[in-house]
């Protein structure tokens, strides 16, 4: 079993995306590597949770007060956090 590191969001805290975030091919709606949110963007953690596989967390972030977009830890950051 793989030990879990504690997670350094969480849920209704305010983030920002560090970078441009772009299209995977699993957002609805979106075009194939088309952005999604810009870097620098505010958003508010919406749901926590962990990859199983990876032991990593994942985290839905509300992006421009409409956006859901399921992040990695590195792709965002407190708001004021140099990048």
Not at 33 to 61: C, F, K, N, R, W
């Amino acid at each position: 079993m793989m030990d879990v590191v504690p997670p350094k969001f969480a849920w209704g805290q305010r983030v920002v995306s560090r970078d441009d975030l772009f299209d995977d091919g699993s957002f609805p709606g979106a075009e194939p590597d088309g952005l999604i949110v810009p870097a620098g963007a505010e958003g508010e953690i919406v749901q926590t949770g962990i990859h199983e596989e990876s032991g990593t967390h994942v985290y839905m972030v509300e992006f421009l007060g409409k956006l859901v977009v399921g992040c990695r830890e590195e792709e965002i950051a407190h708001p004021g956090d140099s990048p």
